[in-house]
């Protein structure tokens, strides 16, 4: 390689690229995100809540969309497409379309004073053309950039020469008619594809009637339940009613290779699941139906969620798959005609029937995938293998989300840090050489003297239509404190900001109010112009009074001027308290330790190791290669050596690698930055000192003991004793596979993920090897999601023989026949085995339960290790510095592991690329006068960042020991629940203090 | 229109991440509500004292909500895990100060539930104005 550029192209800027994009820019490379629409946010951005948890999707995208709108390192280009890729890995010359938007992003305020005077009305996106926007338009109210676009085609200027409505009102002369498409060259060392999926158009599918007005598909059902949605999320029919039954039908578009979806879309049995669960929140007595072939909820916490709604909420599970949706032609009644298993055919009534649609490749990923280069699959998704599962089949393009394959948010999101990592990888040499950071002036002192200037915002006629601001801001001169005031037409305009700066110098202001609109979009861009006119930026304080005020009270002038007075006051109250605040810039060791030497735990360390820092990596046994060593092959054929022996030859060979088996870490103590621990194990006793630790201690299989006979004959084996037997050939005619044999019970009420695959790996190969054999497989559920539902067809295809049981009624087993009730028949049959194969489930070590009270971490109730979070964090715990991947943190597949681990490593050189650990500046912090050492404060937070710490105290009298809290700055999130759970008093969160609070309180109540 | 009509005075705590969000997610959707509250931000419901909150009482207040994240959404784990415990706390408090118990509430408001929020305020509101100003009021303050 000649060159190699420090900064890499996202294309894609759904959860998959941002994700990428905020590791990479924290890993010290700049980054271009590409997303071809107006915001980034991508499909979850349109997700009312997400599964399994019923999280809020808006609520835990929108801080990351916040993050990537503000990073130094990120450049974003939205409306913005890829037309070329030259050059190779390391150097890449990307060519990008920028398309017209017609509206000066610079001068834009977004006041939406052009949305209200557009006269043109187009289908809405964003609710899945459920309503309609206006031809200059936001995407929807949470869009970053927060940037109006004319939409030309529907723009009645643009197309026809009339109208010119938003140019005429927008009073700060942002729009252009004259834009031009824009075409740029960016430089960079590699590229990552991340454009994401297309949902299926069902409409091609003329059975299920999507032109029937009561037809939607899952997608427009999710809008209509979501707050920001059509119908306010209220779940409502053509005729504006509300139903009283749903039914959803899945695998439209999936698992259908008669037109060519032959793969599962993995996520629908569970999205089905959520949006059945919500809509019955929002409306008690509404009866849902979900029509399936098999319910495949095989990720973490997802076959607990399928009993909770099937057992406790009442969502009826059909295990049929209607053909279509009838229409009564005379009254427009939808029904739907079904099979019932072992009864017959019935035929029931609907008032609207929800398509699940699958998930494909896009058109533009398709593109995207011809203009880089890269092998596509027959599905169309974009290339890649078990063991490299980012890498496409051209060296510096890689590759992360459902492009790949089709699958759910956590799996996207490690993808993506996994992808990240790669990239960084590949250029660990060029970190730091292309970021800049912004350089302020320095700090002015601010003395004793409170001298506080207040900016009252019009917001064009946002604010100033409702709220009289001339006589607000002659009020705001006479409260404490306030030095100067003023009104702005729009305070966030480039030019009123400035202003603001001016403003400060002139009138040697100390502190600084502005009342707008809500900190939760502004408050950075007001402290970054405090910190422009050299003031502190914790000496900021902004009034909502708009959001909270004249939006909401647009018919009581009187009473909105009265409160944007009283949030003002409060305001000024708190502001006058508040105390400039710093950062701490921390040394710390930059040194990694794996746990556990499987396929995750080895990739976690080669791929830290290759970004150039020292992992130490401890294996408990006496070899290298963990659960994947007790089998042989692999899904695409290969030996299961074949990936773990190269691995095993690039972790001992590599320069910064150290390697202890045989070896256990015994203890643990410290923080992010400086843990120290003590390794114990044959020849091994030895302390440590880590930055930040992974932990990839995996899981086992289950020896099914007591389960369907096993241990009590020979011929009755697990799917790893099955492969270890299959090398010297398997000698049997007859060989029956029972799933879930010890698993999805009261005992481990979770699924296991990978027996379905496996399974029918090692049946095709047990026909292969022999077609005259029978393979019977009796299962609850077939899971074989996303790709490898191709290994469930090729099963068939070779005569596998498949047969349903229900959990209530066992196969019953003795040494030589299996008996079976068939749900799908509903007879008995009696099946004479050679060799029966129990598909158990992945277990966790005991070890578990000594390793999580030694770094403090939670483990889930079926003893894995629990995330931060389970869909936006999957590969780190809340505890910073700590990370998870592989089956410590569930069952999984080989790639899954190596894409985690790669995940995993990602984020932790987001820790250690850099040169200090970084404190924020509103922690919580003791008094060590108060503090009596009761301890409270280090149960209460999430993070362990109180520690108790024995201390000497002196007094004229005596001597003596005792216990004080302290707060370690480089772990505190300055949440301030300590402070509320403290008996003394002695913990103050530093940006909302008790005396700040109480004095906004006062402020409040004795009015003006 | 009644010239002078009593308007309770209402603090509510909103956390930064949720219920501040569906205060804000309110304005955008114009979910018109009475100009009865003010709202204080704290980064986490979890920070809310129930200290802070007696002295809301105290200083005249006529009714405090007290909101966060629903269950399971905390952005710091689970912060409003501890709200719901000292809420309950404070209940029993202020019962035994002899408030009545619909001056006091715990709602969990995601960032887009706008209309929620707004729905809570009223009907909030329309109970505060039956009961009238809280006992707990001092003198001079309206």
Sequence with gaps: ?1008 | MAETEWEPKIVAFCCNWCSYGGADTAGMGRFQQPASTRVIRVMCSGRIDPLHVFNAFLEGADAVLVTGCHLGDCHYVNGNEKTEVRYQFLEEMLQELGLESDRLHLNWISASEGERFANFIRDVTAKVKELGPSPLKPAGVS
């Design chain 1, 1 to 1008: 390689m000649s060159k190699l550029v420090g900064a890499v192209a996202v294309a894609g800027g759904g959860i998959a690229g941002i994700q990428s994009a905020i590791d990479l820019a924290n890993s010290g490379l700049k980054v271009y995100l590409i997303e071809k629409g107006t915001s980034i946010g991508g499909k979850m951005a349109q997700l009312d809540k997400t599964f399994p948890t019923l999280d809020c999707s808006m609520c835990t995208l929108s801080p990351k969309l916040a993050e990537v709108s503000r990073h130094p390192n990120i450049e974003l280009l939205t409306y913005s497409e890829i037309t070329g890729i030259e050059g190779e890995a390391g150097d890449f010359t990307v060519k990008v379309k920028k398309k017209a938007t017609y509206v000066d992003q610079d001068k834009c305020t977004a006041c939406e004073i052009c949305v209200s005077k557009c006269p043109a009305k187009v289908p809405n996106e964003y609710n899945e053309d459920q309503g309609v926007r206006k031809a200059i338009y936001l995407a929807f109210p949470q869009a970053v950039p927060r940037v109006f676009t004319i939409d030309a085609q529907h723009c009645l200027y643009l197309t026809k020469g009339k109208c010119g409505n938003c140019a005429k009102f927008c009073e700060n002369d942002a729009i252009n008619y004259e834009d031009k498409d824009e075409e740029v060259e960016i430089n960079v060392g590699s590229v990552i594809l991340s454009p994401g999926f297309t949902p299926f158009d069902a409409s091609q599918l003329e059975q299920f009637r999507l032109d029937h007005p009561n037809v939607i598909t899952s997608l427009q059902f999710e809008r209509q339940l979501s707050s920001s949605g059509p119908y306010e999320g209220h779940v409502t029919l053509a005729d504006g009613s509300h139903p009283n039954r749903i039914a959803w039908i899945q695998c439209v578009g999936s698992r259908s290779p008669e037109i060519g979806r032959g793969n599962c879309s993995s996520v629908c049995c569970m999205y089905a699941t959520k949006e059945a669960m919500v809509a019955m929140e929002h409306d008690s007595e509404l009866e849902t139906t979900i029509f399936n072939i098999d319910v495949r909820a095989f990720g973490k916490g997802f076959e607990e969620f399928y009993q909770k709604a099937k057992n406790e909420k009442g969502i009826r599970f059909i295990r049929s798959r209607p053909s279509g949706v009838e229409v009564d032609p005379l009254t427009n009644q939808l029904s739907l005609k079904y099979e019932v298993e072992g009864d017959g055919i019935n035929q029931e009534e609907f008032d609207m029937v929800v398509l699940s649609i699958g998930l494909t490749p896009s058109e533009s990923s398709k593109q995207l995938a011809e203009i880089s280069n890269v092998e596509i699959d027959d599905l169309g998704f974009i290339q890649t293998r078990i063991d490299s599962p980012m890498e496409t089949s051209r060296p510096g393009i890689f590759v992360c989300g459902a492009v790949q394959a089709p699958k759910d948010i956590p799996d996207t999101v490690a993808d993506a840090s996994g992808a990240a990592s790669k990239a960084s990888s590949l250029l660990a040499s060029e970190r730091g050489t292309l970021i800049t950071e912004k350089e302020y002036p320095p700090e002015k002192a601010i003395g004793d003297d409170i001298r506080t200037g207040v900016v009252v915002c019009r917001c064009g006629i946002n604010i100033g239509s409702i709220v009289d601001v001339p006589d607000v801001v002659e009020y705001v001169k006479t409260l404490p404190g306030v030095a100067f005031a003023k009104e702005e037409v729009y305070a966030c305009s480039s030019d009123s900001l400035e202003g603001i700066s001016d403003m400060v110098r002139e009138h040697d202001l100390n502190r600084v109010v502005v009342a707008s609109c809500t900190p939760r979009t502004h408050e950075p861009l007001f402290q970054e112009t405090l910190m422009e006119a050299g003031l502190n930026p914790y000496l900021f304080e902004l009034a909502n009074i708009r959001e909270h005020c004249s939006w909401v009270h647009q018919k009581e002038k009187e009473k909105a001027t009265k409160k944007a007075k009283d949030i003002i006051r409060m305001s000024t109250a708190r502001v006058n308290l508040t105390q400039p605040l710093y950062t701490d810039k921390v040394e710390f060791n930059k040194d990694a330790l794996v746990l556990g030497g499987g396929v995750a735990g080895m990739t976690a360390a080669i791929d830290i190791a290759d970004k150039g820092f020292h992992v130490t990596l401890v294996e408990k046994g006496p070899e290298l290669g963990g659960l994947l060593r007790t089998y042989t092959t692999l899904q695409d054929g290969r030996r299961t050596e074949d990936i773990i022996e190269p691995m095993i030859q690039k972790v001992v060979s590599h320069d910064t690698i150290t390697v202890f088996t045989d070896t256990e870490l015994v203890e643990q103590e410290g923080a992010v930055g400086n843990f120290t621990g003590k390794l114990k194990g044959i020849d091994v006793d030895e302390e440590i000192v880590f930055g930040v630790a992974v932990i990839a201690t995996g899981a086992n299989e289950l020896k099914p003991d007591g389960y369907f006979s096993y241990g009590e004959y020979s011929n009755i084996v697990t799917q790893s004793e099955l492969e270890q037997m299959m090398d010297t050939g398997v000698d049997a005619k007859n060989v029956v596979f029972i799933q879930c044999a010890g698993g999805r019970n009261d005992d481990r009420p979770y699924c296991s993920r990978a027996c379905c695959t496996v399974a029918m790996k090692n049946a095709i190969q047990l026909k292969e090897s022999d077609p005259g054999r029978n393979v019977y497989i009796l299962y609850r559920d077939i899971r074989t999601f996303g790709k490898w539902e191709e290994l469930y067809t090729k099963a068939r295809e070779l005569g596998v023989v498949f047969m349903r049981y229900t959990e209530d009624q066992e196969p019953e087993v003795t040494d030589r026949t299996v008996s079976v009730i068939d749900f799908l028949l509903g007879m008995n049959f009696e099946i004479d085995y050679d060799l029966l194969v129990l598909s158990a489930p992945m277990v966790t070590p005991e070890t578990n339960e000594t390793l999580a009270p030694l770094f403090k971490v939670p483990l889930d109730a079926n003893k894995f290790f629990l995330e931060a979070h389970i869909k936006l964090r999957p590969v780190e715990f809340a505890t910073d510095g700590v990370f998870l991947c592989g089956t410590a943190q569930a069952p999984k597949l080989v790639d899954e592991a190596v894409s985690q681990a790669s995940a995993a490593a990602s984020r932790a050189t987001t820790i250690l690329s850099k040169d200090y650990l970084e404190t924020i500046g509103n922690i919580s912090v003791v008094d060590p006068e108060l503090c009596i050492g009761c301890g409270r404060c280090t149960l209460v937070c999430p993070f362990n960042a109180p520690e108790l710490k024995e201390i000497v105290v002196e007094t004229e009298e005596i001597i003596y020991t005792t216990k004080k809290s302290e707060i370690n700055a480089t772990v505190c999130k300055g949440c301030g629940s300590c402070a509320a759970e403290c008996p003394t008093g002695a913990i103050t969160p530093r940006h909302f203090t008790g005396p700040q609070i109480m004095a906004v309180i006062k402020a409040y109540v004795e009015g003006i």
